[in-house]
């Protein structure tokens, strides 16, 4: 079977930055969302394309924290969004809707991840409804933006995704929780959105990537005892980085801004990237790199995309669907 899943010699790599990818790009004029925007890669994220021109838009569970972590840095508003919240997601989509601004960039960076076993809306998994379900409402709601602006919208997923594909008969693991599987899910709904709106959404102009931004220590190891991190072989007992593999934040963030902006991307959409490049399949069930094919099915995409309609009560392309 074919696959678009091919890398394209991009010329950069796993330690290229924020910087090196968006040399010769001016981004004046642009537009962008990015959600988590203030914290880890996101606030790497956010100083990138406001470094290069973009007005960016964070909205934040946390607007005091957001407005403390973006201070000094040049075209960025904060608005409040809280992802778990359905009614929140909402409220930020219809603001920004009726100010009748157009969406350039759209990056879905905000995530939790291993978290104890935690319920938000009407029961769902905290893990699958913050960074999956939420991020699908939102670009739901945000749709004419996005489509008004023919925006690059950008799915942060992770290498997780090779633990697991979508538990069809227990999404919500109500049957048994296991934190890392319910990461690892998550993160593979994030690279399935990616595939089925970018079907959608490319005759308006609108293309989607996912990407995995690397191994990067920041705030989302929150829920990880120290315990379990030297037991990774991330760090040592006194608590100092000793995965060689790991990248610093202007590493982490610079895949996602690649695929937000590279216009070496033209044309194209609906992959899975990763070290600023399109990524391989996936070969062996060992290898971390490179994207399984439970995770790039178009079929499993547009179950995924009916049942988070179905949860959500949302879908822009009802119609059409």
């Not at 009726?98 to 998994?125: K, L």
């Not at 790199?289 to 309609?309: F, H, I, K, T």
Request: hydrophobic share 45%; with cysteine; charged share 20%.
């Amino acid at each position: 079977m074919s696959t678009p899943q091919h890398k394209i010699g991009s010329g950069f790599g796993a330690r290229s930055t924020t910087d090196d990818v968006l040399r010769g790009i001016d981004l004046s004029g642009d537009l962008a969302i990015v959600t988590g925007g203030y914290s880890g890669i996101g606030l790497e994220t956010t100083r990138a394309l406001a470094r290069a021109g973009a007005h960016v838009i964070v909205p934040a569970r946390r607007r005091a924290t957001a407005l403390e972590a973006v201070s000094g840095i040049d075209n960025v508003e904060v608005d409040e969004l809280d992802l778990a919240d359905l009614s929140s997601v909402r409220g930020f989509a219809e603001r920004f809707v009726a100010s009748e601004r157009s969406a350039d960039i759209v990056i879905n960076n905000a995530a939790i991840m291993a978290c104890p076993e935690t319920r938000v809306g009407p029961g769902w998994e905290a893990q699958f409804a913050i960074n999956h379900l939420g991020h699908y409402a939102l670009v739901n709601l945000l749709w004419p933006a996005i489509a008004r602006g023919g925006a690059r919208v950008v799915a942060v997923s992770s290498a997780g995704h090779h633990r697991s594909g979508i538990h069809w008969d227990d999404v919500q693991f109500e049957h048994g929780y296991d934190k890392v599987e319910a990461y690892a899910q998550a993160k593979t709904a994030n690279a399935l959105f990616a595939v089925h709106l970018d079907a959608f959404g490319r005759g308006a102009g609108v293309r989607t990537f996912s990407v995995h931004p690397g191994k990067i220590l920041t705030p989302l190891q929150r829920h990880l005892s120290d315990d379990e991190m030297v037991a990774a072989g991330w760090i040592d007992e006194d608590g100092n980085l000793v995965d060689p593999t790991f990248k610093t934040p202007e590493q982490g963030a610079a895949t996602q801004v690649w695929a937000a902006t590279s216009p070496q991307l033209a044309d194209m959409g609906g992959v899975y990237c990763e070290d600023c490049d399109i990524s391989e399949p996936a070969a062996g069930h060992d290898a971390l790199a490179g994207v399984r094919d439970y995770a790039s099915d178009p079929e499993q995409a547009a179950r995924l995309w009916a049942l988070s309609a179905e949860l959500t009560g949302i879908d822009a392309f009802a119609a059409t669907a």
